[in-house]
Nanobody, 131 residues
Framework: QVQLVESGGGSVQAGGSLRLSCIVS????????MGWFRQAPGKEREGVAS????????YYADSVKGRFTISQDNAKNTMYLQINSLKPEDNAMYYC????????????????????????WGQGTQVTVSS
C-alpha cells in the first residue's frame, strides 16, 4: 500500500523559511515523479514543483522560482520542499503527490504538473505566513 505523509508546515512571518517533508512508503521514489502542490482557500490546487527520477528534470512555478527548492533523499525515501523568503501569498495547504510510468511524462519533460496525472497523495500540511 502506497502512503505519503507530509510534515514541516507551520506559522511563520513573511521572509521566513520552512522545510516540508514527504515520507513515502510502499514504493521506491527514485524511479518516479514526485510533486508538490498547494491549495489556498477558494482556489484550485496548483502544482508548485516537481522532480523526476531524483533530479533528471525539475519544474517550478514562476511564482516560486528562486525561493523554493525541491529535492529528495532516496536512502530515506523522502522528498523535501525548502521554502525561503515566504510571502503571504504562499499561505496554503501543501500536498505531496507521486506517479510513475506513462503518467509521469509531463514530469519527465519538466512541464507544469497536472493533478489528474497523480495517483497518490498525502494528507497535506498547512503553511501560514503572516505579514
Amino acid at each position: 500500500q502506497v502512503q505519503l505523509v507530509e510534515s514541516g508546515g507551520g506559522s511563520v512571518q513573511a521572509g521566513g523559511s520552512l522545510r516540508l517533508s514527504c515520507i513515502v512508503s510502499g514504493y521506491t521514489i527514485s524511479n518516479s515523479c514526485m510533486g508538490w502542490f498547494r491549495q489556498a482557500p477558494g482556489k484550485e490546487r496548483e502544482g508548485v514543483a516537481s522532480i523526476y527520477f531524483g533530479g533528471s528534470s525539475t519544474y517550478y512555478a514562476d511564482s516560486v522560482k528562486g525561493r523554493f527548492t525541491i529535492s529528495q533523499d532516496n536512502a530515506k525515501n523522502t522528498m523535501y520542499l525548502q521554502i525561503n523568503s515566504l510571502k503571504p501569498e504562499d499561505n496554503a495547504m501543501y500536498y505531496c503527490a507521486a506517479n510513475w510510468g506513462l503518467r509521469a511524462l509531463r514530469c519527465r519533460l519538466g512541464e507544469v504538473p497536472d493533478t489528474a496525472d497523480f495517483d497518490y497523495w498525502g494528507q497535506g500540511t498547512q503553511v501560514t505566513v503572516s505579514s
